[in-house]
């Protein structure tokens, strides 16, 4: 939202780059208080480099992970997809 209501686009190419360089922005460049103020490249490097328990012991939220299908689902993304 933040780049978004701030800018105006000129082509489909003019948004792409601007996204990008504000997307880089903001995962090396700007601290972040829920990540114990550090950029986001920084704490995925924490959690790459000492494993996710560590920063989980320092007080950070866990890593969002995807949950598991319910039990009997069975079905791939493929399938669902292809069936609507």
Same mark, same amino acid.
């Given at each position: 939202?933040? $780049?978004?209501?701030?800018?105006?686009?000129?082509? $489909?190419?003019?948004?792409?780059?601007?996204?990008?360089?504000?997307? %880089?922005?903001?995962?090396?460049?700007?601290?972040h208080s829920? $990540?114990?103020? %550090? *950029?986001?490249?920084?704490?995925a490097g924490?959690?790459?480099?000492?494993?996710?328990?560590?920063? $989980?012991?320092?007080?950070?939220?866990?890593?969002?992970?995807?949950? *598991?299908?319910?039990?009997?689902? *069975?079905?791939?993304?493929?399938?669902?997809i292809a *069936?609507?």
């Amino acid at each position: 939202d933040e $780049l978004l209501n701030e800018s105006l686009f000129f082509g $489909l190419d003019h948004a792409r780059s601007a996204i990008a360089e504000w997307r %880089q922005d903001f995962n090396t460049a700007r601290p972040h208080s829920s $990540l114990g103020y %550090q *950029t986001p490249a920084a704490f995925a490097g924490t959690l790459t480099a000492t494993g996710s328990d560590a920063a $989980l012991n320092e007080g950070f939220a866990s890593p969002p992970v995807a949950p *598991t299908a319910p039990y009997g689902v *069975t079905e791939t993304a493929e399938a669902l997809i292809a *069936t609507g």
